[in-house]
């Protein structure tokens, strides 16, 4: 991310005061990754709020394992509504692109912390 990106970034979060830095960058590193797997996959173009979600679902998960909903907490980010708040800023802010389609209704009820953040690893 260039200086610019990560000025942004602390402008928001000066401005907004809900989530901490890190949960706007773990955002574009999800976003990131998320392109990427498509990619992978043979799928490219525009993601939506709900594959945006499972990517930071997985990411999450590999990163910081029985941690993440600690983690995710300290940052002010308790539910997946509050990554569409964090994606619409920064598009707000251009440092990220969305579609006329786009929708912060894109990242509701997404999925429970508890459930996925708790006993993911159990799971995998």
């Known amino acids: ?22 949960a706007y960058e773990f955002t574009l590193e999800a976003l990131t990754w998320t392109l990427s797997r498509h990619r992978r996959e043979g799928r490219v173009g525009h993601i939506n709020g709900e594959e945006l979600c499972d990517g930071i679902r997985e990411l999450a998960n590999r990163s910081f394992g029985f941690l993440t909903k600690t983690v995710f907490a300290r940052w002010g980010v308790t539910r997946t509504e509050d990554f569409g708040e964090i994606v619409f800023a920064m598009a707000d802010a251009e440092l990220l692109a969305k579609q006329e389609t786009d929708s912060k209704a894109d990242f509701a009820n997404g999925y429970d912390f508890d459930e996925v953040f708790e006993q993911a690893l159990i799971y995998e």
């Not at 991310?1 to 890190?22: P, W």
Request: aromatic residues 10%; negative net charge; proline residues 0%.
């Open 1 to 22: 991310m260039s200086d610019d990106g990560f000025d942004t970034i602390q402008r928001l979060v000066a401005a907004d005061g809900r989530y901490r830095r890190e």
